[in-house]
């Protein structure tokens, strides 16, 4: 059983930066930030890897930085030059691969607002 512990989010004026973290509680093969903006369906934002790749969906390139420290066993989003299209609910979802089979683990979420 792995849990998810998400943190970081908040209000933030367009322009700013927030980091969001993901706490992991055992081992996990990759992370996923996803958003989900209220009557939008829930988006993949970002991914990284146990090896360090990651990738963006094209929306948040140049301005996201997904990063993962292996002793702390956490995923950050480091979100720049944020844009009121960021609002939403941040959710981490964890993939454990054992035995050959995949199970995933979603976070509570965190709240994202950018307005002015």
């Known amino acids: 059983q792995v849990q998810l512990v998400e943190s970081g989010g908040g209000l933030v004026q367009p322009g700013g930066s927030l980091r969001l973290s993901c706490a992991a509680s055992?081992?996990?093969?990759?992370i996923s930030w996803y958003r989900q903006a209220p009557g939008n369906e829930r988006e993949l934002v970002a991914v990284?890897?146990?090896?360090?790749?990651?990738n963006y969906v094209d929306s948040v390139k140049g301005r996201f930085t997904i990063s993962r420290d292996n002793a702390k066993n956490t995923v950050y989003l480091q979100m720049n030059s944020l844009k009121p299209t960021d609002t939403a609910v941040y959710y981490c979802?964890?993939?454990?691969?054992?035995?050959?089979?995949?199970?995933?683990?979603w976070g509570q979420g965190t709240q994202v607002t950018v307005s002015s």
């Open positions: 979802k964890a993939r454990q691969i054992k035995g050959g089979s995949s199970t995933y683990y």
């Open positions: 055992g081992s996990i093969f990759s």
């Open positions: 990284i890897t146990s090896g360090g790749s990651t």
